[in-house]
């Protein structure tokens, strides 16, 4: 399907972009406590460079592979990068340091905090510690019998026991950055593969790192949530590895640009590939296999619940793309396509619907998060010609829905953690009357929302005029009808959020006792996030041409 | 071709207990276990699928089960300690939802 000659590239760039965030999350994991954000910074600017480069030479080239260890592509594992893997890459280095410089003064917070409440309560029996300890040693007898020093004792131990609980917490802060490395490396190589299997290895990776992120906090809700995904995930790829073994019986390779050559349609390769779909459609999320997503997403961190949504769902997206569109033989493909979008249009409806009566934000954002997916997979029965210019117009759209997605949803979960520190809750109602308080979060969640909700000039709207004209264009006008709903819907959704900010306060409502003053750049790092979003719209003409670069639709 | 169509059989009848108790058990150390013969049914199968041909025997699938072994002991260990964490804090052994709405 490649009509573009593919470059062998000799320089060890996008081996770099796996190995540098691997290194780093290694060493970051030998060096301790404060070693941590350093590594995380260094691996920043070498993925950055390495990823910008990959860029330049598909921009210029056209697509590039690799070979690992010299090794090619049959027994080898090829590395493999055209215009949508670039783009994934790019949208990943520029989600992941924001999300970077937003967790360094995150944790930095939560750690302060930590600090100071475990100070105010270990400060007024601090003196009377010390004296305990000088009298203990004389008068032992003495101490143990007089009741108020004993009642003194017990609480120490008590304030001992939750400064212990604050350490663990700060301890557990400074595991997020090897994990997060990890994670990195496990996208970059998620996007750089072009071989089943090792999308199954890497698959695993993300999970295992995704899982302790979730679990980060320590918190129960946090624990079981976690242990929710990590058996959803692991069974997920379990049914995935199933369809690899059939898959593999009846080809005899997983590399993907064999299979598109090889696969033909039998009654073994279907099962084989509706178990590969279905494994990932777990891991993506789409309904009905949604339901691990909203209390998992909702129990996180912060900049975990970033993310998490932002990047990891949208790489089991990414393999979907790459099966759909290279290797599903053309015969198939529409009933697939129809069957996606089909659970798409659900998706859409039940997420919307959802997310419209959640009474926490952080859930109503989880639940956004279905519906969003579900616009995703329109693109299937939209691109089912696959000669058309309309095929061509409902791939890109759908891929601009993903990137704006995933830079719109980043930012609104860090607002909203940004509030969930202010307020110690995100339950709506307790909103009321903030929206002066808080300008800029409100403003962050505003033009994120709008991305959300598909208004211009956000790249969302683009994605849905790409995803509408591509309707208009095949005849199916049921998608225009769906994705029409869709906005009206999001637009409630959304709407919710503020309606309450802008009530005046209401008398009962008490505000935090000491106001949290957080550090400006947790604030001004979303609201910039959120405002690449909005503006993706406008300059969407360069990613939108990187798309067409290997893309499957180059025969036009 | 009998005996890779057997051991073929032998493996979709693990994965669907592994499966069924997966689903049915509440016991997060059974749903582990579940998970695990899950795992072992795939490799019988891809050891199955290594001697399609019965000239040659296919080393690929080998590795790929060394791989998949590697992968599956590392998810284990991090679901049993996920699963002692949650007993350590809850006192209980399952994901029930009652308990949850308790503790947040």
């Known amino acids: 399907m490649h009509n573009d000659i593919i470059i062998t590239s000799q320089s060890p760039w996008m081996a770099l972009a796996i190995m540098i965030p691997l290194l780093a999350a290694v060493l970051s994991f030998i060096g301790g406590r404060r070693t941590g954000p350093l590594f995380t910074l260094a691996a920043m600017v ?43 890459l790019l949208m990943t280095a520029i989600v992941g340091s924001f999300i970077t410089g937003y967790a360094l003064q995150y944790f930095a917070h939560c750690e302060k905090q930590a600090s100071l409440t475990s100070l105010s309560q270990r400060e007024p029996s601090e003196v009377s510690k010390e004296q305990a300890i000088k009298a203990s040693l004389p008068h032992a007898v003495l101490s143990s019998e007089h009741p108020l020093v004993a009642v003194q004792d017990e609480k120490q131990h008590i304030e001992r026991e939750g400064i212990q609980k604050n350490h663990k917490l700060v301890h557990h802060s400074q595991l997020f950055w090897p994990l997060w490395l990890l994670l990195w490396s496990g996208l970059n190589a998620l996007f750089l593969s072009s071989d089943l299997f090792n999308l199954y290895l890497i698959l695993t990776l993300i999970i295992l790192a995704a899982v302790s992120l979730i679990s980060l906090n320590g918190r129960a809700i946090a624990l079981q949530a976690s242990m929710r995904y990590l058996l959803v995930a692991l069974f997920a790829t379990s049914i995935y590895l199933l369809g690899l073994a059939l898959l593999y019986g009846a080809v005899g390779t997983l590399d ?21 779909v279905i494994g990932l459609l777990i891991k993506t999320a789409l309904f009905p296999f949604h339901f691990w997503l909203p209390a998992t997403y909702a129990a996180a961190s912060a900049p975990v619940s970033a993310l998490l949504s932002a990047l990891v769902l949208k790489g089991t997206f990414y393999i979907l793309l790459r099966l759909g569109f290279e290797v599903f ?106 929206g002066q308080r808080y300008p800029i979060t409100f403003l962050t969640l505003a033009i994120a929302g709008m991305s959300i909700i598909g208004l211009p000039p956000s790249g969302g709207f683009l994605g849905n005029w790409l995803l509408l004209n591509a309707a208009y264009e095949s005849g199916q006008w049921w998608w225009a009808g769906i994705i029409v709903i869709g906005i009206f819907l999001a637009i409630a959704y959304i709407g919710k959020i503020f309606t309450p900010v802008f009530e005046p306060i209401a008398q009962s409502v008490v505000f935090e006792k000491t106001p949290v003053l957080l550090p400006l750049s947790m604030t001004w790092l979303p609201l910039l996030l959120a405002f690449i979003a909005l503006v993706l719209g406008l300059v969407a003409t360069s990613p939108l041409t990187l798309l067409e670069i290997g893309s499957p639709f180059t025969e036009i | 071709m009998t005996k890779v169509v057997f051991y073929s059989l032998v493996a979709v009848g693990l994965f669907t207990i592994g499966f069924y108790t997966l689903l049915v058990e509440a016991h997060l150390l059974r749903k582990i276990m579940a998970l695990n013969i899950m795992f072992t049914s795939l490799f019988l199968l891809l050891i199955a699928i290594a001697a399609r041909y019965p000239q040659a025997i296919d080393p690929l699938p080998h590795a790929f089960v060394l791989i998949g072994i590697l992968i599956a002991v590392s998810a284990t260990a991090l679901a049993l300690t996920l699963a002692r964490r949650i007993y350590q804090e809850t006192g209980q052994t399952d994901l029930s939802e009652k308990q949850e709405t308790g503790i947040s």
Request: charge should be negative; proline fraction near 4%.
């Open chain 1, 329 to 434: 033989p053309i015969e198939w493909f529409p009933t697939f396509g129809q069957l996606l979008g089909l659970l798409g249009a659900i998706a859409i409806f039940w997420g919307s619907w959802q997310a419209w009566q959640q009474e926490h934000l952080n859930r109503l954002i989880a639940y956004s998060i279905i519906a969003q997916i579900g616009y995703l997979f329109l693109q299937f029965p939209l691109a089912n010609d696959m000669i058309d210019a309309g095929s061509l117009m409902a791939w890109k759209g759908g891929i601009l829905l993903a990137l704006s997605h995933a830079l719109a949803i980043s930012a609104m979960f860090m607002a909203s953690g940004n509030l969930l520190l202010r307020l110690g809750t995100d339950r709506l109602d307790h909103l009321r009357g903030l």
């Open chain 1, 46 to 88: 070498g993925v950055l460079v390495s990823v910008s480069w990959i860029a330049v030479q598909v921009w210029t080239q056209g697509p590039q592979s690799e070979a690992v260890g010299g090794w090619a592509a049959p027994l080898g594992r090829e590395l493999y990068a055209d215009g949508l893997s670039v783009l994934m």
């Open chain 1, 256 to 276: 993907i640009k064999s299979l598109a050559l090889e696969l033909e349609a039998n009654p073994t390769t279907l099962i084989a590939i509706v178990l590969i």
